[in-house]
T-cell receptor, first 112, second 118 residues
Framework: EDKVVQSPLSLVVHEGDTVTLNCSYE??????LLWYKQEKKAPTFLFML????IEKKSGRLSSILDKKELFSILNITATQTGDSAVYLC????????????FGQGTRLTINP | EAQVTQNPRYLITVTGKKLTVTCSQN?????MSWYRQDPGLGLRQIYY???????DKGDVPEGYKVSRKEKRNFPLILESPSPNQTSLYFC?????????????????FGAGSRLTVL
């Protein structure tokens, strides 16, 4: 069964810190891995990763994929209170049932 | 604005009273899906639709029905709600999976519908 595990489940840091969120996965046929940010409502898309070792970057956020070790990390540097959210990792497998397989999410809290 | 719209956003109902959560997207997406989100369990797919009149079960379809009579709409129907269907529900859509530059299924989510069944 396809599976995504995120760690830590919860993280509290101070503004300005750098954080690393982890996502490991097991999937039969991998197509891509996606990161979403969920504040009070809809998850919003951050990154899609398909190739190992190629960093995706957007401002203070970056992410990289390791297809050999089956994991991805999401880095946030110089964190701000607006980064407080649940960060979701999902895998898009190539399979008959078209769905994203989500991890439990990491709840990130940035204290001023 | 490109978006997925769900209604109602909040609903409290009682066991057995049929309800429908509507979902509409204005992006001409072929693929639509319903997920539920529960603490500690993440997002789990209920049903999905690859196109009009093409729906299929996801991981947790029991107690739910869907229909896709028009491309833009994908309502979720709870014929006889029970307390274990208390959850946060998300509708999502994307261009047809397998197409696009990577073929990836990048979902756009609605704002969510929080349902409580007493």
């Amino acid at each position: 069964e396809d599976k995504v595990v995120q760690s830590p489940l919860s993280l509290v840091v101070h503004e300005g810190d750098t954080v690393t969120l982890n996502c490991s996965y097991e999937v039969t046929n991998f197509r891509s891995l996606l990161w979403y940010k969920q504040e009070k409502k809809a998850p919003t898309f951050l990154f899609m990763l398909t190739s190992s070792g190629i960093e995706k970057k957007s401002g203070r956020l970056s992410s990289i994929l390791d297809k050999k070790e089956l994991f991805s990390i999401l880095n946030i540097t110089a964190t701000q209170t607006g980064d407080s959210a649940v960060y979701l990792c999902a895998v898009d497998p190539i399979q008959g049932a078209q769905k994203l397989v989500f991890g439990q999410g990491t709840r990130l809290t940035i204290n001023p | 604005e490109a978006q997925v719209t769900q209604n109602p956003r909040y609903l409290i109902t009682v066991t057995g009273k049929k309800l429908t959560v509507t979902c509409s997207q204005n992006m001409n997406h072929e693929y639509m899906s319903w997920y539920r989100q529960d603490p500690g369990l993440g997002l789990r797919q209920i049903y999905y639709s690859m196109n009009v009149e093409a729906t299929d079960k996801g991981d947790v379809p029991e107690g739910y029905k869907v229909s896709r009579k028009e491309k833009r709409n994908f309502p979720l129907i709870l014929e006889s709600p029970s307390p274990n269907q208390t959850s946060l529900y998300f509708c999502a859509s994307s261009p047809r999976p397998g197409t696009g530059s990577s073929g990836a299924n990048v979902l756009t989510f609605g704002a969510g519908s929080r349902l409580t069944v007493l």
